[in-house]
């Protein structure tokens, strides 16, 4: 059961250096997120895609980009990574909307990435 | 300011003590969830309730959403240390078409 799936685990740039952190889910989700996780303020809400080939921007999307060609796959683009974009990167998937009663959304294991 | 505060952010107890963890907000939620997250995972969902006033009971853990629909609690009776981890609530806001947001968080510690 490999669920979600977040490569990579950890991740160290230089300022202005670029990468994708790829997201893979195996269980024929529509919905997929990408969140960012900083002490003291939960999780963050940076794009989501409610099916293969759309997305749409979150609370905090400034700086990244997004791209979902395959149902299975999510992923986020740093385009000229910032110290500000230090931070736990998750995914997650779900059937239906986040917090919607009988949908439950999964998680990867996060991406722990630092810009120096 | 985040539009879920918890309280209290950190928490050290000893097993076997009860305690109880605070979502709060001035917004109204369709529906409040709330998680579990150890160190190194992404978060699991513990529960959801939808209607105000609801009690949800999962062994131990109670959950209660309040009956305004703006706030919630998570009690949990005779920690032990199996639930160390990090708490979140996170809410559908009504008023914004179910936009999800998380809350900031508690870190629970349960000393054996």
């Known amino acids: 059961n490999a669920g979600v799936t977040q490569t990579p685990k950890f991740r160290v740039l230089k300022t202005g250096q670029s990468m994708t952190l790829l997201c893979a889910q195996d269980m024929n989700h529509e919905y997929m997120y990408w969140y960012r996780q900083d002490p003291g303020m939960g999780l963050r809400l940076i794009h989501y895609s409610v099916g293969e080939g759309t997305t749409a921007k979150g609370e905090v999307p400034d700086g990244y980009n997004v791209s979902r060609l395959k149902k299975q796959n999510f992923l986020l683009g740093l385009e000229s990574a910032a110290p500000s974009q230090t931070s736990v990167y998750f995914c997650a998937s779900g059937l239906g909307q986040m917090g919607l009663k009988n949908t439950e959304a999964f998680f990867g294991q996060g991406t722990r990435l630092t810009v120096v | 300011t985040q539009l879920l505060e918890q309280s209290p952010q950190f928490l050290s107890i000893q097993e076997g003590e009860n305690l109880t963890v605070y979502c709060n907000s001035s917004s109204v939620f369709s529906s409040l969830q709330w998680y579990r997250q150890e160190p190194g995972e992404g978060p699991v969902l513990l529960v959801t309730?939808?209607?105000?006033?609801e009690v949800k009971k999962l062994k131990r853990l109670t959950f209660q959403f309040g009956d305004a629909r703006k706030d919630s609690s998570l009690h949990i009776t005779a920690a032990q240390p199996g639930d160390t981890g990090l708490y979140l609530c996170?809410?559908?806001?009504?008023?914004?078409?179910?936009?999800?947001?998380f809350g900031t968080g508690t870190s629970l510690t349960v000393i054996p």
């Open positions: 996170a809410g559908a806001q009504a008023v914004t078409g179910n936009q999800f947001y």
């Open positions: 309730v939808v209607t105000g006033g």
